[in-house]
């Protein structure tokens, strides 16, 4: 008996047979469009059939109605209109990314059955962008850039209002995946790196790891936050309102 598998993105030919090397035996992986599944009524629309393949192996063509009804597992960030309800079999959801959307928990909440699974494969591109965030603040790249632009080069002879990270303390808010790989960025320009977490834990790498009522005590000894936490019930107002 093979399992369905249903990757809710417009991957590519070379994309989708990587998956499918990679699939377990009987292991059948499909990609569709999650723009093309619903229609503004909800119903999953019929879409012209797609090829099907388990290992490589090319099977019998079957139409996109007929995969939402069988698939077991699907993958997505979102969650189009009418899917749950086209989808008696679905057992599993998997997020292929940090973090989940507030749309999909909302959704999702509504099949209490099903088991959703959050992968942190990008946690690494994640913490980069946040690293690029973190130095165009701190070097004012984009109000300078924008004033040399426009021909105003007063900021190339004013005093420079740029931060000096080095030295710096670096506050992480969350430290799940993205949180851990921050960690050598941080490092890397000379800054001491605190993290809060929700549970106690062991962090060698760091200079402390509290937990949330660390938060306002260490406040007027940090220079940088970096916010990676989820959004939940939990963490909603960590910050303020």
């Given at each position: ?64 109605p007929d ?5 077991e ?16 079999r ?27 699974l ?12 946040a ?76 200079d ?34």
């Open positions: 008996m093979s399992m369905q598998v249903l990757f809710l993105a417009d991957l590519d030919r070379d994309s989708l047979e990587v998956l499918r090397s990679v699939a377990p035996p009987g292991m059948v992986v499909h990609a569709l469009p999650p723009s093309g599944l619903a229609s503004s009524a909800g119903a999953v629309e019929p879409l012209p059939v797609l090829p099907i393949r388990v290992n490589g192996a090319s099977m019998a063509e079957r139409s996109v995969m939402v009804a069988s698939c597992i699907a993958i997505g960030g979102l969650v189009p209109a009418g899917f749950l309800e086209a989808a008696p679905l057992r599993y959801w998997i997020v292929p990314f940090a973090g989940i959307p507030t749309a999909t928990r909302e959704a999702l909440g509504l099949r209490p059955d099903l088991v959703v959050n992968s942190h494969f990008n946690a690494a591109f994640v913490a980069e962008h690293w690029a965030l973190l130095l165009a603040a701190a070097k004012r790249i984009v109000p300078v850039s924008d004033l040399l632009r426009a021909g105003d080069w007063r900021p190339r002879y004013a005093e420079s209002s740029a931060r000096f990270l080095g030295g710096s303390t670096l506050l992480l808010l969350g430290y799940g995946a993205i949180g851990r790989a921050l960690v050598p960025l941080a490092r890397a320009l000379g800054m001491r790196v605190r993290a809060i977490k929700r549970t106690p834990g062991n962090a060698p790498e760091l402390r790891l509290g937990t949330r009522e660390d938060l306002l005590p260490w406040l007027p000894d940090v220079d940088v936050i970096i916010v990676s936490l989820p959004a939940t019930a939990w963490t909603e107002g960590y910050l303020g309102r």
